[in-house]
């Protein structure tokens, strides 16, 4: 970006519309690089952009909600202190570490 960004929300009180942002000084090489990919993509500009930012949010509330699984399960089930040495030694003084 060439510049400071400036979100612009439109929310009408009471409105089921839903909200527009405006976004300033945006570098000319990225908006080219966008029209193009809009372009391949069979899209307007427009409808690139809204795709990208609606994937971008989804792909982040994803993340937080894998992270909140994550730790959660990590409460719930301590990841266990095995020294794997000693799991070699136990399986190879038994039957699955001999050749039959």
């Keep these: 970006m060439s510049g400071p ?3 612009h929300y439109d929310i009408n009180a009471g409105s089921t519309k839903v909200p527009d942002i ?6 000319k090489e990225a908006i080219e690089e966008l029209r193009a990919q809009a372009k391949r993509n069979g899209r307007s500009l427009q409808s690139e952009l809204k795709m990208i930012l609606e994937s971008e949010a989804e792909d982040r509330r994803k993340r937080r909600d894998f992270a909140r699984r994550a730790a959660l399960l990590s ?3 301590p ?6 040495t000693d799991l070699i030694r136990e ?3 038994t039957e699955h570490g001999r050749d039959e």
Excluded: G, M, W
């Design 79 to 84: 990841p266990q202190k095995t020294d794997s």
């Design 5 to 7: 960004v400036c979100y």
């Design 91 to 93: 399986d190879r003084d």
């Design 22 to 27: 405006l976004i300033r000084d945006v570098a």
């Design 75 to 77: 409460e719930t089930f």
